[in-house]
């Protein structure tokens, strides 16, 4: 079993930053393929980010630009960044680890309001 514990989330204003971070409780971690998800009130889930084992990353449009994925293998975290914030990307935040099995956290809420 496998332990997500995400932290970072909470209020940003519109154009500022938020940067999430997701430990994993095992060294797993560094064969792992990472990723960050998102759902906001009434619509899907939806893939924000992914970053594989060996540090090659992927987004989605609507971030490409503002987000920045990365990893830390010695501490077995994930982060984004997320700069130039808009309203849209309010969502609770899910970090979501695959190495044969899945594993998902309890997520964070992101909320962009002034």
């Known amino acids: 079993q496998v332990q997500l514990v995400e932290s970072g989330g909470g209020l940003g204003q519109p154009g500022g930053s938020l940067r999430l971070s997701c430990v994993a409780s095992?060294?797993?971690?560094?064969?792992?393929?990472m990723a960050w998800y998102r759902q906001a009130p009434g619509k899907q889930r939806e893939l924000v980010a992914g970053i594989t084992p060996g540090g090659t990353t992927n987004y989605v449009d609507s971030v490409k630009g503002r987000f920045t994925i990365s990893r830390d293998n010695a501490k077995n975290t994930v982060y984004l960044q997320m700069n130039s914030l808009k309203p849209e990307d309010t969502a609770v935040y899910y970090c979501?680890?695959?190495?044969?099995?899945?594993?998902w956290g309890q997520g964070t809420q992101v909320t962009v309001s002034s």
């Open positions: 095992r060294t797993i971690f560094r064969f792992a393929a």
């Open positions: 979501d680890l695959r190495s044969g099995n899945e594993y």
